[in-house]
């Protein structure tokens, strides 16, 4: 049983930024494909961005050049940066281990107009 846990949410203004964390509680993180969606009420969970153990990313066209993934395996956490954020961006975000059923309990991103 894999545990993700993530933090760094809150409430910014449109063109703020915010920086997500994710620990896991995995001792083969290192190895493991990591990834970061989100979902807006009323919507479908999306993709936003993916690492993978050789630290290659993939990002959702919506938030390319704004937003930045990263990993830190000695403290298996994985960051997602987030900055020009604008109001469409407010969702729950959630950490994930790509190709498992494991997710994280979410955070709350709100952006203000």
């Known amino acids: 049983q894999v545990q993700l846990v993530e933090s760094g949410g809150g409430l910014v203004q449109a063109g703020g930024s915010l920086r997500l964390s994710c620990v896991a509680s995995?001792?083969?993180?290192?190895?493991?494909?990591m990834g970061w969606y989100r979902q807006a009420p009323g919507k479908q969970r999306e993709l936003v961005a993916v690492i993978t153990t050789s630290s290659t990313t993939k990002y959702a066209d919506s938030v390319k050049g704004r937003f930045t993934i990263s990993r830190e395996n000695a403290k298996r956490t994985v960051y997602l940066q987030m900055n020009s954020l604008k109001p469409e961006d407010t969702a729950v975000y959630y950490c994930?281990?790509?190709?498992?059923?494991?997710w994280g309990q979410g955070t709350q991103v709100t952006v203000s107009a």
């Open positions: 994930h281990v790509e190709n498992t059923g494991y």
């Open positions: 995995d001792s083969f993180f290192s190895i493991r494909v």
